[in-house]
T-cell receptor, first 113, second 118 residues
Framework: GNSVTQMEGPVTLSEEAFLTINCTYTATGYPSLFWYVQYPGEGLQLLLKATKADDKGSNKGFEATYRKETTSFHLEKGSVQVSDSAVYFCALGGKAAGNKLTFGGGTRVLVKP | GAVVSQHPSWVICKSGTSVKIECRSLDFQATTMFWYRQFPKQSLMLMATSNEGSKATYEQGVEKDKFLINHASLTLSTLTVTSAHPEDSSFYIC??????????????FGEGSWLTVV
């Protein structure tokens, strides 16, 4: 079946540090890949997505590239801010995944000033 | 942009009672809605897929008689937790899609509903 594995947190960083959150997946077919962010007490917001191999999703300074050869979709940001403190979820979905989203375990990120 | 709204945001109910959570798509028609459950500091677990005008499809291990889902219109799906128990206390989140996830369609999530059963 489909599964998503992402690095466990919490990840604690200083402001302006480089952030990487690893995400790998197993799936049949060619799923779409997503990163969602959840701020404290809120629901999930789509951060970025990629629908096919070698696509790069980007938003708010975050980037992730769909790597089919390594089945990965690592999230990166070059210079984090305190406001980036949240829980980040990697997910896969799409027609190949039966139109359902499968989430990774989530990675809590804490950015200190 | 598209908005999905859940109501209530917070609900406390007594053990043995039933509670209904609504999920509305505010500016688009959602043929499919999904209900997830999230335990503290854990990931989201898909409970069921709600299809407008037909029965919901439940994930393995989810009791369909306990978690009743109704998707009577293209803008509203409801989740009713029947005979609630303290172990049902959780964060319930819905999401909505105007179609399948193939191509560029986007899933939009509601704000979530905190259920506490006492």
């Amino acid at each position: 079946g489909n599964s998503v594995t992402q690095m466990e947190g919490p990840v604690t960083l200083s402001e302006e540090a480089f952030l990487t959150i690893n995400c790998t997946y197993t799936a049949t077919g060619y799923p779409s890949l997503f990163w969602y962010v959840q701020y404290p007490g809120e629901g999930l917001q789509l951060l970025l997505k990629a629908t096919k191999a070698d696509d790069k999703g980007s938003n708010k300074g975050f980037e992730a590239t769909y790597r089919k050869e390594t089945t990965s979709f690592h999230l990166e940001k070059g210079s984090v801010q305190v406001s980036d403190s949240a829980v980040y979820f990697c997910a896969l979905g799409g027609k190949a995944a039966g139109n359902k989203l499968t989430f990774g375990g989530g990675t809590r990120v804490l950015v200190k000033p | 942009g598209a908005v999905v709204s859940q109501h209530p945001s917070w609900v406390i109910c007594k053990s043995g009672t039933s509670v209904k959570i609504e999920c509305r798509s505010l500016d688009f028609q959602a043929t499919t809605m999904f209900w997830y459950r999230q335990f503290p500091k854990q990931s989201l677990m898909l409970m069921a897929t709600s299809n407008e005008g037909s029965k919901a499809t439940y994930e393995q291990g989810v009791e369909k008689d306990k978690f009743l889902i109704n998707h009577a219109s293209l803008t509203l799906s409801t989740l009713t937790v029947t005979s609630a128990h303290p172990e049902d206390s959780s964060f319930y989140i819905c999401s909505a899609s105007s179609g399948g996830l193939s191509g560029g369609n986007t899933i939009y999530f509601g704000e979530g509903s905190w259920l506490t059963v006492v």
